[in-house]
């Protein structure tokens, strides 16, 4: 991985207009159920990613796309107060903003419908302007609701450039064989292991034989995020399990782009691997205690705090 430190993050990624419903329990099919909490904030994995590492106070950069709509503004205000770089968010006339649609229940567990829209316009050409920019990133953070032709080529442009390759490989889809050799760290949940690899992710052991799998594949390592379980941390030859910080779960949503965000961060700034994992953990657990996306994340110093302070 680079040995670059102190400097960036650069997320190439999805930004969406979360549309947030909260009731005591989900709908049945066809059943209509009285809500409690209803948000509209900015949201998508690469939002959010982008948004965690910059409060992890690290310089902080998106590429990608949304539409000239009504919504595109609350996502461009949203970034820019987390202190997000924007100058390569592109703003496509004729097109509408991503959109996901979320019900949260009393437990916290959700459900999310996505309708990408501009967000499937990013592409190669604006991979290459950032890279063009001259921008001093050392860690590029990558997911799937972008087109996965332009998360490959991203992935390849930046790892020749000596960056720390992340991919979080959600939503779970198949994943073709070469762009696995450009991934240095890849963050699957249990529900996308299980689609990458064909295991049933239920428990630590079958996750490290999803992460072991994985890095056969290619990836230099591979983090399993469990969530009230922790992570599982599997390379080559060495598989560990790490457990997360115990707090009272409000709502889910986001956790694990909080992880993915702090944790990218935290290479960035050049802090060890398992440090980076226990910045990633604490910044995941953190979220879950708020409702929302965005509006959840905590800042570095929270993060910090729960780290010393300890489970």
Same mark, same amino acid.
């Given at each position: 991985?680079?040995?670059?430190?102190?400097?960036?993050?650069?997320?190439?990624?999805?930004?969406?207009?979360?549309?947030?419903?909260?009731?005591?329990?989900?709908?049945?099919?066809?059943?209509?159920?009285?809500?409690?909490?209803?948000?509209?904030?900015?949201?998508?994995?690469?939002?959010?990613?982008?948004?965690?590492?910059?409060?992890?106070?690290?310089?902080?950069?998106?590429?990608?796309?949304?539409?000239?709509?009504? &919504?595109?503004?609350?996502?461009?205000?949203?970034?820019?107060?987390?202190?997000?770089?924007?100058?390569?968010?592109?703003? %496509?006339?004729?097109?509408?903003? =991503?959109?996901?649609?979320?019900?949260?229940? !009393?437990?916290?567990? #959700?459900?999310?419908?996505?309708?990408?829209? !501009? #967000?499937?316009?990013?592409?190669?050409?604006?991979? $290459?302007?950032? &890279?063009?920019?001259?921008?001093?990133?050392?860690? %590029?953070?990558?997911?799937?609701?972008?087109?996965?032709?332009?998360?490959?080529?991203?992935?390849? /442009?930046?790892?020749?450039?000596?960056? @720390?390759?992340?991919?979080?490989?959600?939503?779970?889809?198949?994943?073709?064989?070469?762009?696995?050799?450009?991934?240095?760290?890849? @963050?699957? #949940?249990? /529900?996308?292991?299980?689609?990458?690899?064909?295991?049933?992710?239920?428990?630590?052991?079958?996750?490290?034989?999803?992460?072991?799998?994985?890095?056969?594949?290619?990836?230099?390592? *591979?983090?399993? *995020?469990?969530?009230?379980?922790?992570?599982?941390?599997? *390379?080559?030859?060495?598989?560990?399990?790490?457990?997360?910080?115990?707090?009272?779960?409000? $709502?889910? @949503?986001?956790?694990?782009?909080? &992880?993915?965000?702090?944790?990218? !961060?935290? %290479?960035?700034?050049?802090?060890? &691997?398992? $440090?980076?994992?226990?910045?990633?953990?604490?910044?995941?657990?953190?979220?879950?205690?708020?409702?929302?996306?965005?509006?959840?994340?905590? *800042?570095?110093?929270?993060?910090?705090?729960?780290?010393?302070? =300890?489970?």
């Amino acid at each position: 991985m680079s040995s670059k430190q102190n400097h960036g993050v650069v997320v190439v990624g999805s930004m969406m207009t979360d549309l947030t419903a909260v009731a005591a329990r989900l709908p049945r099919r066809g059943e209509t159920v009285k809500g409690e909490k209803f948000s509209l904030v900015s949201g998508g994995k690469g939002s959010n990613q982008a948004a965690m590492a910059a409060r992890m106070e690290v310089p902080t950069w998106l590429v990608g796309c949304v539409g000239a709509d009504v &919504f595109h503004q609350v996502v461009l205000d949203s970034l820019r107060a987390f202190g997000v770089h924007t100058e390569h968010v592109h703003v %496509l006339d004729g097109e509408s903003t =991503g959109i996901a649609h979320i019900r949260v229940d !009393a437990s916290g567990d #959700n459900d999310i419908v996505i309708i990408p829209n !501009a #967000n499937l316009k990013t592409s190669a050409r604006h991979v $290459d302007a950032f &890279f063009a920019s001259g921008h001093a990133a050392s860690v %590029l953070l990558l997911q799937l609701e972008t087109p996965l032709e332009t998360a490959v080529y991203a992935a390849k /442009t930046a790892k020749a450039r000596g960056l @720390t390759v992340i991919l979080n490989p959600a939503p779970a889809a198949p994943l073709p064989d070469d762009i696995f050799p450009y991934i240095d760290v890849i @963050t699957p #949940n249990e /529900t996308e292991a299980g689609v990458l690899t064909g295991i049933d992710v239920t428990d630590v052991d079958a996750a490290i034989q999803a992460g072991k799998a994985l890095c056969q594949r290619g990836a230099a390592h *591979t983090i399993v *995020t469990l969530g009230a379980q922790g992570v599982v941390h599997v *390379t080559g030859d060495t598989a560990r399990h790490h457990l997360t910080y115990r707090v009272q779960v409000v $709502d889910t @949503t986001a956790a694990g782009d909080a &992880f993915t965000g702090a944790f990218g !961060a935290a %290479l960035a700034r050049g802090l060890a &691997f398992d $440090d980076a994992i226990r910045t990633g953990l604490a910044a995941g657990a953190l979220t879950v205690t708020k409702l929302g996306a965005q509006s959840s994340l905590p *800042t570095r110093q929270a993060v910090e705090e729960l780290i010393a302070h =300890g489970r």
